[in-house]
Every structure is written in C-alpha cells, then in structure tokens.
C-alpha cells in the first residue's frame, strides 16, 4: 500500500457541472501531481503543486485548477465539464518537487473515474 | 514540447518467452525514463528506471536499455508469468522539469 487515497472512486456529473476531486498524500511528501488518463491512453500531466503553490502545469485550459492544503492533501477543480472530460483522474506524490532536479519516484493513488454525460 | 513513441500497443506471448517494449523520445535534454505498470483497475506503479548516464540497468526479470544517441529506450522482461499481464506505460522527463511526458501503453498478455 502506497499511502495514497483519493476521493470519490467514481463519479458521474452532466455537461457543464463542477466537480471537485480529492487526494490524500503519502505521509512526509510535500508535492502532488495531477494526471488526467483518458481510456486506452498513457497519463496526461495537469499540474503540480509543492508546498501549496502551483509548481507547473501541462496543457490544459484554465477550468481545470487545484489547490494544495497545509497538510499536504490536494484538491483537482474541474468546472464547465465537457465530455472529453470523461477520464481516470490521478494523483501521484513525492516527497520533493521534481523542479529541483531530483529525480523523486512519484507513488500513484488508485484514481478517480470521472464519466460525463 | 517532449514526445514519446511507444510499441507496440498490444503484445500477446506464451508464458516464459520473453517480451520486449520500445520507447521513443524527442527531447535531448530528457535524461530520466521510468516505466510502469498498470494493472486492471489499479493505479500505476513504478517498476523500473533508469538515467541517461546508465546504459542499462536490470532487476531481477525485468531490464531497461537506453540508447541516448537514438533517443530511444527498451523494456525487457523475461521468463514472463501470467501475473506479468497488464499494460506498461514508459515516460521520459528531463533535469529539473516537473512535467514527465508518458508514452501511450503496450498491453501485455502472457498465456498460459
């Protein structure tokens, strides 16, 4: 067991819905990634977080955003969802920011599956 | 922006041959490459990486290759077991960068 938990395990929402998705980090890792990974495919980078500051974001538009709390637990943001939007949301942490040039493993949660209709 | 190739996208073999996974990359500057595996329904886990000042490196079945020159790097499992079965997902990232660009996964099934 890897130590982290996301919440919920799966979730349908309507287009045009907000949603909100929650992950618990491992215990003493103070950076969390986002990952959107749609079927078939590999994981798609969203965005980091360290220390409760966003800390690089991969190519997604600004309705999706995050926020990162003092315990370390972070949240993923999605509002006006579209049907693209259908996808297993991960979170991964590690107990540094990879911008450091570290080359800190990242552990990986079981994931949120998020359907759209 | 770094691109990664993978194949094959489906691999099927007989239990104890040995099955091999290409990675492609575009970036110059990427020089670590972890790999993982995906089980059905499970998160992915880390199997293996390895860094751009190794050629290779091997643990236990598995075994990854890089070839910076070519910017391409290979997984090798041998003797696979059914419990091998399951899709593995390279990446590629570089020094410093928090953003590691993923590959699109090769199915693996090992029969019995």
């Known amino acids: 067991e890897t130590g982290v938990t996301q919440s919920p395990t799966h979730l349908i929402k309507t287009r045009g819905q907000q949603v909100t998705l929650r992950c618990s980090s491992q215990s003493g890792h103070n950076t969390v990634s986002w990952y959107q990974q749609a079927l078939g495919q590999g994981p798609q980078f969203i965005f980091q977080y360290y220390r409760e500051e966003e800390n690089g974001r991969g190519n997604f538009p600004p309705r999706f955003s995050g926020l990162q709390f003092p315990n370390y637990s972070s949240e993923l943001n999605v509002n006006a969802l579209e049907l693209d939007d259908s996808a297993l949301y991960l979170c991964a942490s590690s107990p540094g920011t990879s911008g450091s040039g570290s080359y800190n493993e990242q552990f990986f949660g079981p994931g949120t599956r998020l359907t759209v209709l | 922006g770094e691109n990664v190739e993978q194949h094959p996208s489906t691999l099927s073999v007989q239990e104890g041959d040995s099955a091999v996974i290409k990675c492609t990359y575009s970036d110059s500057a990427s020089n670590y490459f972890p790999w993982y595996k995906q089980e059905l329904g499970k998160r992915p886990q880390l199997i293996i990486d390895?860094?751009?000042?190794?050629g290779e490196k091997k643990d236990q079945r598995i075994a990854v290759t890089l070839n910076k020159t070519a910017k391409h790097f290979s997984l090798h499992i041998t003797e696979t077991q059914p419990e091998d079965s399951a899709v593995y997902f390279c990446a590629a990232r570089g020094w410093g960068s928090y953003i590691p660009t993923f590959g699109r996964g090769t199915s693996l099934i090992v029969h019995p």
């Open positions: 390895i860094r751009s000042n190794v």
